[in-house]
Antibody, heavy 122, light 110 residues
Framework: EVQLVESGGTLVKPGGSLRISCTGSGFTFSTSTLNWVRQAPGKGLEWVSS????????YYSDSLQGRFTVSRDNARNSLFLQMNRLSAADTAVYFCARDLLIPGARIPFESWGQGTPVTVSS | QSILSQPPSASGTPGQRVSLSCSGTNSNIGKNGVTWYQQLSESAPKLLIY???QRPSGVPDRFSGSKSGTAASLTIIGLQSVDEAYYYCATWDDSVSGWVFGGGTKLSVL
């Protein structure tokens, strides 16, 4: 069974930094594209970042203005999101999600974790 | 303001057929596949439809997807109370080189 478990979400002060993690199991982590998607309270889903299996290709939402950095450690089946210069607008539940490659198709965000809450407040 | 437009709410009665729309542009829906996700209250999203009209195993065949030009639709037939949830469309947008989600539609089963 595919499992994605996020951790590290907490309360952080405006202007602060935080690194959240996601650990995967039940699938071949090292061959999977992984993503971060966030959801602010009472709002919809917002794509944050994607990283290819090897880490060679990385994409970010323009809205982040260069403050976030995604990385992965395939030896530890772990995905990370380093978030800097946080503001109240970054308050959200952060989900990690994997893409699935099948013959003839790529399925984006095929499996999701339960999310980790990040609150930015003084 | 989401790049993909979805009506904020929709409703139906048990057994009815409902269609949820997702409107985009030539740089997103017009060029790429569309995926749909269901999010029940306080839970992680779940994949419903990928590549416009493909259903993963385990998703009931009451759910179907389609696309025409720059608009996509999710249709649910035989509506059930368990279908009450938020529904999001998503696709890749070539103009921003990133994934975009619709704002979501809250489906109520009356």
């Amino acid at each position: 069974e595919v499992q994605l478990v996020e951790s590290g979400g907490t309360l952080v002060k405006p202007g602060g930094s935080l690194r959240i993690s996601c650990t995967g199991s039940g699938f071949t982590f090292s061959t999977s594209t992984l993503n971060w998607v966030r959801q602010a309270p009472g709002k919809g889903l917002e794509w944050v970042s994607s990283i290819s299996a090897s880490g060679e290709y990385i994409y970010y939402s323009d809205s982040l203005q260069g403050r976030f950095t995604v990385s992965r450690d395939n030896a530890r089946n772990s995905l990370f999101l380093q978030m800097n210069r946080l503001s109240a607008a970054d308050t959200a539940v952060y989900f990690c999600a994997r893409d699935l490659l099948i013959p003839g198709a790529r399925i984006p965000f095929e499996s999701w974790g339960q999310g980790t809450p990040v609150t930015v407040s003084s | 303001q989401s790049i993909l437009s979805q009506p904020p709410s929709a409703s139906g009665t048990p057994g009815q057929r409902v269609s949820l729309s997702c409107s985009g542009t030539n740089s997103n829906i017009g060029k790429n596949g569309v995926t749909w996700y269901q999010q029940l209250s306080e839970s992680a999203p779940k994949l419903l439809i990928y590549n416009v009209d493909q259903r993963p195993s385990g998703v009931p065949d009451r759910f179907s997807g389609s696309k025409s030009g720059t608009a996509a639709s999710l249709t649910i037939i035989g509506l059930q109370s368990v279908d009450e949830a938020y529904y999001y469309c998503a696709t890749w947008d070539d103009s921003v080189s990133g994934w975009v989600f619709g704002g979501g539609t809250k489906l109520s089963v009356l």
